[in-house]
Structures are given as structure tokens and as C-alpha cells.
């Protein structure tokens, strides 16, 4: 008897059940594409996020300690505004007191002078290396001080799987993950004069003593193209970070922030930010060439042998 009256709800439950499950998915879709479906990006380690928001929408070993290049100069910038030195000042290109650990070339002349902002501004859209060092050299304190100020500030964030032994990006000792780095363009988009450096297109830069003037261009096309609405950008390279992009742009009306390490080739990050920008929009998570998709290959193998992290591959 108790089961003959069981039947009629059991039966009225399982003809309601697909209903439910199809209001339940339509519901999450619209909240943000499952982590599970994401795009399929050449960037070895990457994560996205809605801008002003820590909680990434999507993550690609996110949480793996890996080389970021020149993506710390975002951190210098940081440090050098909290410093609150005047931006206005005139800085001294000195003869470097220590080694680069990789290339550091420059058109830079030694004891040339220039102001604080502009030395600012080279760093983060062209990524001028001597710039960068030239920051931290001036920093109250000195060098040393100012590279305690960047891993301060990274504590500070909450950023938990970073180190920083350089101001530059120039040796592989700089090391974060792709989740920290939202954090960290979250902090650097509070300030007005990193979005403004980072994405100007074009720079004039003069110089003292001798006078001279030098011209920069940004490292990141997307900059000069006006659909992308790019409101903060930061590239890095380095053999052992391969070709790296952050930056907050325009993506379906929304400001998103796309962090993308360690990938093959200049072209690479932008394919994966269109990619992203397309799965944001469609949840199509499109292809990436043979020869990126061996690379990342390679990549994790390494990362797997030297006990990085745990691997993922979409």
C-alpha cells in the first residue's frame, strides 16, 4: 500500500525533474560561463576576471607560481606612487650597482636626467627596463628598500604566491601566479596615472644633461585599437616566462581583466584575448595552433617534473 502511494509522486518528480535542471542551468548561465566550458587559450597559466573583483570567472592553473617578466613593473609603479615622492622630481640614470640578470638594453645615456612621471610612464607602456631600475634606484631608502616595499605590498594584497627579487622583470626570480596578478591590477587600476602610462600609445621623452629625446611606442597592440577599450595593459618577456599580457579591456560591455602567462609567440596572448572575449560573449571555446598547444605541452611536463603545481589543459 505504501509503495502504491508513493508511485503517483515519485513519478510526478521525475517528470519535473528535467524541468528543474533546465531552469537551474539557464539561471547559472547567466551569472557568469561554467569554469568547466572555458576558452581554449595557448597561455599556459591564465586567469579572468570582471574587473574590481578578485574571484576569477575563469582560471588555467591559476594558482601556479610561475616567471612573470615584466609584468612586475606593475608592482614597481605601485610602490613608487605609495612612496608618495614627487612625481614632478628629476631622476639620474646612474650606472646600474649590480648585474641585469638578463638583457638590459637601452637608449638611455648614463647620468641623463628625466621626471619621475615620465621615467614612470616609459616603464609601464614601453617597458623601458632602465626606467624601471632607475625607479626603485631613487626610491627613499634605496634599491634595497624598494625591493622590501614590493614584497610588502604583495602581503599587503593578499598575494600570497608572489616573490620579488627585481623591480624590472629582468631576472626569473620574479615569481607570481595568475590569481595574484588580478589582485594586483585590481590595486593598480585605483590609480589614475598607471591606467593613463600604461596605455599611452605614443611618448616623446626628454631628457637632461644632456638634452636629448627618445620616442617610445606601448608593447601591447590592443592599445591602439579603440574596440578593445583597453584601460590598464602590462606585457612581459623572458625566456623562462615566454611572452605574458595583463590588462583590463572592453568585453561585451564590461570591463574584464585578462591575465595570460608563459605563452608561445608574440601573437599568442591577443589570439587568447580574442578568444576569451569570444567565449564571454558566445561560450565558444574556439582552437589554438599545433605548435602553441606542443608548447604548453612541454611546459606543463616541466612544471609537472619540477613539482610546480598541479597541471590543467583545456
Known sequence: MRMRGLAPLVAFVLLCLPGVLTAHQETSSTEKPPAQQGPSLASVNAAVA????????????????????????????????????PLDEW?????????????AYTRIRINSRMRRADV??????????????????????????????????????????????????LSAG?????????????????????????????FRGHFRKPRYSLSFGNTNAL???????????KTGYLSEAGRCLVMISEMNGKPVITVLLDSLGTRSPMGDAGRIRRWLDTGASGK????????????NAAYASARNSTVSVN
Not at 574587473?51 to 614597481?76: C, Q, W, Y
Not at 624598494?146 to 620579488?164: H, S, V
Not at 592599445?223 to 595593459?233: C, I, M, N, T, Y
Open 50 to 85: 570582471w574587473a574590481g573583483d578578485d574571484e576569477l570567472v575563469f582560471g588555467k592553473n591559476a594558482n601556479r607560481s610561475v616567471p612573470i617578466a615584466s609584468i612586475t613593473k606593475l608592482m614597481t609603479a605601485l610602490v613608487v606612487l605609495d612612496s608618495g615622492e
Open 91 to 103: 631622476l639620474t640614470f646612474q650606472e646600474r650597482h649590480t648585474p641585469a640578470a638578463a638583457n
Open 120 to 169: 614612470l610612464r616609459i616603464a609601464l607602456m614601453s617597458s623601458e627596463n632602465f626606467a624601471a631600475y632607475t625607479l626603485a634606484r631613487s626610491h627613499p631608502g634605496g634599491f634595497d628598500a624598494f625591493i622590501d616595499a614590493m614584497n610588502a605590498k604583495a602581503l599587503e594584497l593578499g598575494m600570497t604566491g608572489t616573490d620579488y627579487v627585481d623591480p624590472t622583470g
Open 174 to 202: 620574479n615569481r607570481s601566479t595568475a590569481a595574484d596578478l588580478v589582485k594586483l591590477v585590481n590595486a593598480a587600476a585605483q590609480h589614475p596615472e598607471i591606467r593613463e602610462y600604461s596605455t599611452t600609445g605614443y
Open 223 to 233: 592599445v591602439h585599437r579603440e574596440s578593445w577599450g583597453v584601460g590598464l595593459s
Open 288 to 299: 589554438v595552433a599545433k605548435a602553441a598547444r606542443r608548447y604548453e605541452q612541454e611546459k
